[in-house]
């Protein structure tokens, strides 16, 4: 069985000459997880490999912790990022074993390649002023940032998360992998010194990125959480002079609300996620979203926000897959594919950058038990994408191979 998917791997590689088989595997990893072994695990626990904490997740949504770290990115031999999850739950992972000074990638007892990780930056095990570990305010994924500013998602308060979401759940509850001091907001202050930090080590970081659960409170829409970010982006801009490569993940805002964090702060880009384009299928899975502020609003900001960040600066991206999710997803992989297509070509032609990242079914979300989207399907569709912002003259510099390293369809950019 094992042997038939290495040949499916190269199978659809003869079958889509135009992407690259690095490419091809980096999907597949992403879709399937892997797992280390006993020695590749024992190989990553020193300050070359070692990154966060190591938990393991379980089928019925628990979790533990573990006294191991997991390393970082994972680094294919043409230099592709891959941030692959190591977690238990995933049904049929690729393996990573250790021998002879080198990472083997294993599909079954099929050896795939050999592999490395992304070095662990030198700010971690560094600590702010006031005692946080900075690697629990700001994580490294390939070279960037991840800063999550605010550990609750209030779509939990009323059942209305989105269906493939696993994070950010009752406060109440003891879930680990937020179980800190942070997640009711992060200071501005130990952000700046974070960052500062950071900086220190040359070249290792190439953008700075927010994100948080989604926080609708406020006089309108999202008010509180603007002026969070807009706390926490000045924080970080005494780090430099005039604007600096970063992003927020972030809701769809209004063009005040945005207008006054692009006049406000240094920061050079938005992307306000769609996660599923068809109408029906968006209501299903993103219920949340579809009230604060509504599919149609929350397009609307969208499309707005190109007239203050620029063409090419704004950002939506889907969770490739989620769209085919029983019982109310599409029944076939062509009319997922025609509708993300069809996503992508409005947001091109007005100046948004459409991406995807693939949809990998957590235990704990409301999706739990479902398929993963097939390798093929994701082969297809991140070349279409590819192939349609190529035609409408946009390049996903803030989130390409080497700001981000989470969409293969930004990675075929490296082919132009
Ligand atoms: S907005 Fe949706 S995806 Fe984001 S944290 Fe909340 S439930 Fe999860």
Not at 29 to 51: H, I, P, W
Not at 113 to 123: A, G, I, L, S
Not at 276 to 290: H, M, T, Y
Not at 315 to 343: I, M
């Amino acid at each position: 069985m094992a042997a038939d998917r290495v040949l499916e791997i190269d199978r659809l590689g003869r079958k889509y000459p135009d992407v690259p088989r690095f490419i091809i595997l980096k999907l597949d990893l992403l879709r399937r997880g892997a797992r280390l072994t006993s020695r590749a695990l024992d190989a990553v626990q020193n300050d070359e490999y070692r990154f966060g904490p190591m938990l393991i997740f379980f089928k019925n949504g628990g979790s533990k912790k573990t006294d191991r770290s997991n390393p970082g990115s994972m680094l294919l031999r043409d230099g592709t990022t891959a941030p692959v999850s190591f977690e238990e739950y995933f049904e049929d992972p690729y393996r990573v074993d250790y021998t002879s000074g080198k990472f083997i990638l294993y599909d079954g007892r099929v050896r795939v390649d050999e592999v490395d990780f992304t070095p662990r930056p030198k700010y971690y095990g560094h600590l702010t002023t006031s005692g946080i570990p900075m690697e629990s305010i700001a994580s490294a994924r390939a070279q960037r940032l991840i800063i999550c500013a605010y550990r609750h998602c209030h779509l939990w308060d009323t059942g209305d998360q989105c269906k493939y979401c696993a994070f950010f759940t009752d406060l109440k509850a003891s879930r680990p992998a937020f179980d800190t001091p942070l997640r009711r907001g992060v200071d501005p202050e130990d952000i700046y010194e974070t960052v500062r930090e950071v900086l220190k080590e040359p070249g290792r970081i190439s953008e700075i990125y927010l994100t948080a659960g989604m926080d609708y409170r406020g006089e309108h829409f999202f008010d509180e959480e603007v002026e969070r970010y807009i706390r926490i982006l000045q924080a970080i801009g005494r780090n430099f002079k005039g604007r600096f490569s970063s992003q927020i993940m972030a809701p769809a805002y209004s063009k005040a609300q945005l207008t006054r964090l692009y006049r406000e702060t240094g920061l050079t880009s938005y992307c306000p996620n769609i996660e599923v384009w068809d109408e029906r299928l968006f209501g299903w899975i993103c219920p949340g979203k579809n009230k604060w502020p509504g599919r149609k609003e929350w397009i609307k900001r969208t499309l707005d926000a190109v007239d203050i960040f620029g063409k090419g600066n704004v950002y939506t991206q889907v969770v490739a897959g989620v769209e085919l999710a029983r019982p109310h997803g599409f029944k076939t992989v062509d009319a997922a594919l025609r509708s993300n297509l069809e996503a992508c070509e409005f947001f091109a032609k007005r100046g948004v950058i459409f991406l995807s990242t693939v949809w990998r079914m957590n235990p704990a979300s409301a999706l739990a038990g479902q398929k993963n989207p097939p390798l093929e399907y994701i082969i297809r569709l991140s070349k279409g994408l590819y192939d349609i912002r190529k035609a409408y003259g946009l390049s996903s510099d803030n989130d390409d191979y080497k700001h981000c390293g989470n969409h293969a369809d930004a990675d075929l950019e490296r082919i132009d």
